[in-house]
């Protein structure tokens, strides 16, 4: 759904959300380098566990990601499959949230 901007306001979240997820991945990595040699042992299992906790965030962003182009794909594909069924439910969609909110008020 195009915010204010005119941009994708979802794709954008998602995309910034990666872009500081990557970013914390790359400053937690040069920590945990930077200190290699010179932690006492509590500190080097931290560092481990640590290291371990990276590597499944990792993954899990990158399966988050396939799941969410995949998506985007299906919707993407159903709605050139179903263009006027796609603009009903869309309208019937905005209606309904419409009522919703003048009944708020």
């Known amino acids: 759904m195009p915010n204010r901007n005119g941009g994708n306001s979802f ?3 998602k995309a910034k959300l990666t872009e500081d997820l990557k970013l914390v991945a790359l400053d937690a990595e040069e920590l945990i380098k930077a200190t ?7 500190a080097q299992e931290i560092r481990n566990r640590l290291k371990v906790v990276l590597d499944n965030a990792k993954e899990t962003c990158a399966q988050l990601e396939e799941q969410a182009v995949a998506g985007m794909r299906v919707t993407d594909r159903a ?3 179903n263009p006027y069924r796609s603009v009903g439910v869309a309208l019937g969609a905005g209606f309904l949230i419409g009522v919703l909110l003048k009944r708020r008020s």
Do not use: A, S
Request: hydrophobic content about 15%; cysteine-free; overall charge negative.
């Open 11 to 13: 794709q954008e979240t």
């Open 36 to 42: 290699g040699g010179e932690l006492g042992e509590r």
């Open 79 to 81: 709605i050139r499959d």
